[in-house]
């Protein structure tokens, strides 16, 4: 959750794994972030906070020369943000998913083992009670 200075909130997501969004700030102040872990397992939070403003110096110059150039600098500069975090919320992404992967072929194997283990018992035990029975015919019969 998010909420402006005045504590009025400006953002609210709930039960999601990762997310990203953008809001635009309308009162200058501390804005606050709370983020809640509803699971009893320790989570590690990531974020990042990027503030843009436009900001413009007394300048000799028209502004009619400068402000579509500083306008350009401003977007291209937002785009190059949004690019590196897209790219370090990608690699956090694939980390996550690898340790996932990890997770479960480790306990697929744990159960392929466990399987075979169980299969091999089920043999034997099926070789021994079909000994034991053709013991017994065999032994009834000759008497």
């Given at each position: 959750?998010?909420?402006?200075p005045?504590g ?52 000799h ?17 937002e ?16 980390e996550r998913?690898?340790?996932?992967n ?27 009670l ?13 008497v």
């Open positions: 959750m998010v909420k402006d005045s009025n909130q400006i953002y609210d997501f709930r039960d999601k794994i990762s997310d990203k969004f953008e809001f635009i700030v309308r009162k200058k102040g501390l804005h606050r972030f709370c983020f809640t872990n509803k699971s009893p397992y320790h989570e590690t939070i990531d974020f990042d906070v990027h503030v843009g403003h436009f900001t413009y110096m007394e300048q110059a028209k502004d009619e020369h400068f402000s579509p150039l500083l306008e350009q600098i401003n977007k291209l500069e785009s190059l943000y949004n690019i590196q975090f897209e790219q370090h919320w990608l690699e956090a992404q694939t998913q690898a340790l996932v990890e997770g479960m072929s480790r306990r697929a194997i744990h159960k392929a083992l466990f399987e075979s283990a169980a299969l091999i018992g089920a043999s034997v035990l099926q070789v021994y079909l000994r034991r029975l053709f013991e017994r015919k065999l032994g009834t019969s000759r």
